[in-house]
């Protein structure tokens, strides 16, 4: 539907995207977030029908935050529905193979997409799985971090220090 709040009657002006209102006036007991232009984290530019995003919002609606830095151009910008679904995504842990990563992955309300993180690239495989690493090539909260790879210690053939 039409959520455009402020338009000529001509036709002359533009409407915007629509997102889920982060921030809105619930309208019962149960309805809340219904859908606005720009998400209400932004104004709408008539002229152009495009959305001026406030600070710290991002998105055609501005319907998301942006991740630290763009990532450093080391990772991708990811929300945590999709990040919980990733075998290789920090904290790593077993419950994303059973039936934990299928009921996050179903989680739908408003908030799902909000939150976001940077999930870094590594040219190793990285997991609990054999012969993958517990820590990505790049890390920390923009992927600016970088580990060096390494190799097993020759002096320590009992132990497999390869990362």
Known sequence: GDVAIDRMLDCSQRTCPAGIATSDVP???TEAHPLRECSNNGLCD???????????????????????NECSGHGQCINMVELAG??????LSNARNGSNATATAR??????????RC??????AVGLGAGETQDPEWF????????????????????????
């Open 46 to 68: 008539r002229t152009t029908g495009k959305c001026d995003c406030f600070a710290s919002w991002e998105g055609a609606a501005c319907e998301r935050r942006p991740c630290p």
């Open 27 to 29: 309208t019962s007991t």
């Open 119 to 124: 999930h870094c690239d590594s040219s190793w």
């Open 86 to 91: 990733l075998a290789d995504a920090l904290p």
């Open 140 to 163: 920390g909260p923009s992927c600016a971090d970088r580990h060096c790879p390494s190799g097993d210690d020759p002096m320590t053939p009992a132990v497999d220090e390869t990362d």
């Open 107 to 116: 989680y739908r309300e408003w908030d799902a997409h909000l939150g976001v």
